[in-house]
């Protein structure tokens, strides 16, 4: 029985892998930037970006960071109400508790002409 309890939790482990790496696959032609958060260790890392700009969003390598330096450029306050709600920290953890592992929002995003260069 323990035997097949590894088998069965390694399988899951697997499909987990799996499909996280389709997700990121699918998700790197669609978005500005994606970024790896752990909010338990307020850890943010792995940016992928189609601009190097985006990467400034990462510097200094936290999740609290990360979240402060988008929310302002998210130009209404009903967007940043409602991104607010989804990517706080107890959100965050209460939804991963109860097996979510992805979290998106499509917004717009202010850039200013000064980040690029």
Same mark, same amino acid.
């Given at each position: 029985?323990?035997?097949?309890?590894?088998? =069965? +939790?390694?399988?899951?482990? $697997?499909?987990?892998?799996?499909?996280?790496? *389709?997700?990121?696959?699918?998700?790197? +032609?669609? /978005?500005?930037? *994606?970024?790896?958060?752990?909010?338990?260790?307020?850890?943010? *890392? $792995?940016?992928? #970006?189609?601009?190097?700009?985006?990467?400034?969003?990462?510097?200094?390598? =936290?999740?609290?960071?990360?979240?402060? #330096? /988008?929310?302002? !450029?998210?130009?209404?306050?009903?967007? #940043?109400?409602?991104?607010?709600?989804?990517? !706080? #920290?107890?959100?965050?953890?209460?939804?991963?508790?109860?097996?979510?592992? %992805?979290?998106?929002?499509? %917004?717009?995003?202010?850039? *200013?002409?000064?980040? %690029?260069?």
């Amino acid at each position: 029985m323990a035997q097949q309890w590894i088998l =069965t +939790h390694e399988k899951i482990l $697997e499909d987990t892998f799996n499909n996280q790496i *389709s997700y990121k696959s699918i998700m790197e +032609h669609n /978005v500005m930037g *994606s970024f790896q958060l752990n909010r338990t260790q307020k850890l943010c *890392s $792995e940016g992928q #970006r189609v601009f190097p700009f985006i990467l400034k969003l990462q510097e200094d390598g =936290t999740t609290n960071g990360f979240f402060s #330096r /988008v929310y302002p !450029n998210i130009p209404t306050l009903e967007q #940043r109400q409602e991104y607010a709600s989804i990517f !706080n #920290r107890k959100n965050m953890l209460d939804s991963f508790a109860a097996g979510k592992t %992805h979290f998106t929002y499509q %917004h717009k995003y202010e850039v *200013s002409l000064i980040a %690029h260069k």
